[in-house]
């Protein structure tokens, strides 16, 4: 059980949880900004403000799979981390081809989305539910050591 927020503190974290949000959502659109960092600072938060609005958090279409990956296993998906390498070099590489921005630019734009490729590299696999499954099936019908 999470102990819940009160007074002063409880204002902070709302305001924290809206700022991971509003950060999260900015990081959909901006390639080199991730995203997953902030939705588990929100969740984080929210958890302790409002178990309502971070249990419905956790049913969002798009987001709610990894969250509850994350929560449940300390990791994302490999699918999820290859979307993301997808995203990141689709955006990236059709601002750096087709934008008429500056080389000082596009090279921090690039060095932005090495850095943003990096940090999903790192985060921790998630197993398949059907990995789950077969793990929790053998160990119920695995022999007993005597």
Not at 11 to 17: A, G, Q
Not at 60 to 78: E, I, T
Not at 102 to 119: D, E, F, R
Request: charged share 15%; aromatic share 8%.
């Amino acid at each position: 059980m999470v102990e819940p927020a009160h007074g002063a503190k409880r204002v902070l974290y709302w305001i924290l949880s809206g700022f991971f949000f509003m950060l999260a959502m900015v990081g959909v659109v901006l390639p080199g900004l991730p995203t997953t960092p902030f939705l588990l600072l929100m969740c984080y938060f929210l958890l302790r403000v409002s178990p309502t609005l971070h249990a419905k958090a956790m049913t969002w279409p798009v987001v709610g799979g990894p969250l509850r990956d994350w929560q449940d296993q300390g990791g994302v998906r490999p699918n999820v981390k290859c979307l993301a390498y997808a995203m990141v070099t689709i955006l990236v590489g059709s601002t750096l081809i087709f934008s008429s921005l500056p080389i000082v630019v596009k090279t921090l734009i690039l060095a932005a989305a090495i850095y943003g490729i990096s940090v999903v590299a790192r985060l921790p696999v998630a197993r398949s539910d059907q990995a789950a499954r077969d793990d929790r099936t053998s160990t119920e019908h695995a022999p007993l050591a005597d």
